[in-house]
């Protein structure tokens, strides 16, 4: 089992930057691709941002591309999401999440693919 918590929310003004981190515990976080969603509120929950298990690959959602950077620390077993130019549409809960199968060599961006989930860390950017 993969334990996952995120940290770095919070209130920020239009154009501002945030840096989350997302800590596991219980496995190693190097054998899996890693991603984060968002969940805004009365919306369902989307993809951000993912990345390979060798920082040697990312995808990013269209509406984030430029402005977020997803990275890891295998060695500190952390996944990062620095997000920059933040908007008031970025307002959501941001999930980190672990692919539910190890070692996969394609990064996916679909919901169903992740099996293990963070509690989440609320990001509010004011106007």
């Known amino acids: 089992q993969v334990q996952l918590v995120e940290s770095g929310g919070g209130l920020v003004q239009a154009g501002g930057s945030l840096r989350l981190s997302c800590v596991a515990s219980?496995?190693?976080?190097?054998?899996?691709?890693m991603g984060w969603f968002r969940q805004a509120p009365g919306k369902e929950r989307e993809f951000v941002a993912a990345i390979g298990r060798s920082s040697g690959g990312t995808r990013y959602a269209d509406s984030v591309k430029g402005r977020f950077t997803i990275s890891r620390d295998n060695a500190k077993n952390t996944v990062y999401l620095q997000m920059n130019s933040l908007k008031p549409a970025d307002t959501a809960v941001y999930y980190c999440a672990a692919d539910r199968q190890t070692y996969m060599t394609v990064i996916r961006t679909t919901i169903n693919s992740y099996d293990y989930w963070g509690q989440g860390t609320q990001v509010t950017v004011s106007s």
């Open positions: 219980g496995r190693t976080l190097v054998a899996y691709n």
